[in-house]
């Protein structure tokens, strides 16, 4: 398998235009565990994949954002740290022997009579019989905590990529949603102290984690809005203004876990279907484009659902439908992988 820190060419043949290959027969863009699935489904069916991704690593938003969270809603495993799907996936998708393009990002498409063209932002392209985009939110901005500027680094993060620089401090958690309950379960165990700070008496988050949160004993403070980091060089002190009155926490850490705002980029340049931010799919998983297809977050359609579990199911759909657009005498259902050759 090609080596997955650095990009590489798609052809060891020196007589073979490096930025381009022609027998690649699916081209993934996107390589967090949709894309990384469907690099695998495409090895099953025959298929010759190239994945390509603008971050360094594999594992996409759960490397980016959350390895060390532990996932619950991924068929088989009743819990599974990040890290952890994301190895299985890599392990499991190197068996289609993918070409992996990191640190890339597709700016450009460009359709033929039978391929499509994809320009990568160091200049390079791509050609593939399809394209299955699984790109997730696209580009991802944290949401700012307006009292924060200048703290980032300084005691103030957006994502916990790792728990060890919380250990034996006061944390405190910003934010009413999924990200920030995960945080404050996460911590609890291994911080001094975690509170939880909301603007609103209503969280956003899953109804279980809540309670489990509150089950620890975790102080939540709601109806508060942060007003103020303190502190030298490192945060000391966050003030919060509740129900009229400043109060002031103690703490050495802070998480705006706030959301993110998403940016799909060039990809709304290429003329494809966008609604609400999403690609917009049929049931086969196809874009507007011809041999453009989407499976994952990034999709939308009635009655979408956004969990990891689903987007296995779409990078299945999909691959089996864009491997009839690659070889019209392929049928859409292969069989099951468990039946073996």
Known sequence: M??????????????????????????????GPTGLFATY????????????????ELGGQVTAMY??????????????????????????????????????????LDQGEDDVTLTLDDGSRVTAKAVLITAGIGKFTPRPLPAGEGWLGRGLEFFVPSFEPYVGKDVVVVGGGDSAFDWALHLHPLARSVTLVHRREAFRAHERTVAAVRDLGVDIVTNAEVT??????????????????????????????????ADLGP??????????????????????????FAAGDI???????????????EAA?????????????????????????
């Not at 043949?13 to 863009?29: K, M, N, Q």
């Not at 990040?82 to 068996?95: F, K, P, S």
């Not at 945060?235 to 926490?249: F, I």
């Not at 290429?270 to 049929?282: L, S, T």
Request: proline share 7%; aromatic share 4%.
């Open 267 to 292: 990809l709304q340049q290429w003329g494809i279907e966008v609604a609400k931010r999403h690609v917009v799919v049929d049931a086969a998983m196809r874009t507007s484009l011809p041999r453009v």
């Open 2 to 31: 090609t080596d997955a820190t650095a990009p590489a060419p798609l052809s060891d043949d020196p007589s073979v235009d490096p930025s381009v290959d022609p027998s690649v027969d699916l081209l993934v863009v996107g390589a």
């Open 228 to 261: 103020a980091l303190r502190g030298n060089d490192q945060v000391e002190e966050v003030d919060l203004a509740v129900a009229g009155e400043t109060v002031t926490l103690k703490a050495q850490a802070v998480v705006a876990a706030l959301g993110f705002v």
């Open 317 to 341: 759909t999909a691959v089996n439908n864009a491997a009839v657009v690659i070889d019209p005498t392929a049928h859409v259902f292969p069989g099951h992988s468990s039946e073996g050759s």
């Open 41 to 56: 489904y495409a090895g099953f069916r025959g298929l010759r994949v190239a994945v390509v991704d603008s971050l360094p």
């Open 299 to 313: 999709t939308e359609y009635p009655g979408k659902v956004r969990l990891i579990a689903v987007g296995f199911g």
């Open 67 to 108: 390895p060390e969270k532990q996932i619950l809603d991924v068929a088989g495993f009743p819990s599974v740290k990040g890290r952890d799907l994301v190895a299985g996936l890599v392990e499991q998708a190197a068996t289609a022997d993918p070409t992996y393009l990191l640190g890339r990002t597709a700016v450009g």
